[in-house]
């Protein structure tokens, strides 16, 4: 009987290449010897050796995102969260001071709140539409602002040439949370920001089916120090999600002009609508940012729209079931259109109080909007809406 050796299996030459990026989920890679296991760490000669500290399919798609965002050296993690945790133990340290956009998502913001202050970092929370509320939250030890262009969920703008200047003057790092947004709406780095963070999971992926964050650092020191963070705490993206997000970015362009376009026929839809009390989409003129919105996204509002409804939580699931066609689902960017209730999902562990001081009331929903015939989610908003009106 031969004799065979585990893992010595060669693999299958081929002089001609796969269309398709292979998915590599080998946890470890071999070298040749001691030497070149050195040098691959040392960084004189190209190769992986632990999944960890990175693999082809993230780094592939890194090197997509890049692209996109006019950036070099992203990094990819295992989620949006893990993006902004990668960031935050990246640069900060006991005793600095972090300002945040008061109306981040709803996990950005109890990191700001729960997790920064028991670890020794103050934290300042600011109205990211008021230039002087930001330039009255800098401090001496003021180190990092975190913000986001568009806010989640609440359609509002950020006054980014006026923190971007005001950041600037004062030695004061700042990191941009493009996911709402997307390369297509704003790229950060353009204007001079200093650091990018996307959850891949929503419209960069746009599918639903893979959980990933990506970040770039234009200082090439602090994004080695991010990287690091990276490794240490297992920040690691799943090679199988890299590969899906792959085939998802691909399509992203196409998506996004789709979805957008069916966003703002969409606001206008729902404006007309006698149940609804108001829309928020940037481009609109209604829009309390309009202004602001139209000089950063010109006319590209993206695919997310907010609006509210009068009523408590019973007209708020009523809304909900009656829409049947539509997954109600805690999520963005898909593919197809989603409906969000943030006072029940990702603003559920802030007071009604809280909630009500952002403009979040029982009858407030997002919208995600995807590639759908606008005729088809026009009628089935309105038999949603006709239900509590």
Known sequence: MKQTFVRRTAAPRSDSRPLV??????????????????????????????????????????RLIDGLEGAEGGIVVGSGMAAVTATMMGVLQQGDHVIGGNQLYGRSLRMLQEELP????????????????????????????????VSNPTIRVADMSAILQICRDNNVLVAVDNTFTTPRGYRPFDHGADIIIHSVTKLLSGHSDAMLGYVAVRDAELRDRIETVTMTLGLTASPFDCWLAE????SFDLRYQRASENARLLADHLAGHPAVKRVLYPTRPDHPDHNRAVDILQDRGGNMLSFEIAGDRAQANAFVRACNNLPFAPTLGDIGTTISHPASSSHRALTPEARAQMGVSEGFFRLSIGVEDIQTLKTELTTGLDTTA
Request: net charge negative; glycine share 8%; proline share 8%.
């Open 21 to 62: 990026t292979p998915l590599q989920p080998s946890v470890v890679y071999t070298s040749d010897s001691p030497d070149m296991l050195d040098a691959q760490y040392d960084g004189d000669v190209p190769g992986f050796v632990y999944s960890r500290e990175g693999h082809p399919n993230a780094t592939g798609l890194a």
């Open 118 to 149: 028991r670890m020794g970092v103050e934290v300042s929370l600011v109205d990211a539409t008021d230039a002087a509320d930001v330039a009255r939250a800098i401090r001496p030890n003021t180190k990092l602002m975190l913000v986001e262009v």
């Open 247 to 250: 085939r998802g970015l691909y």
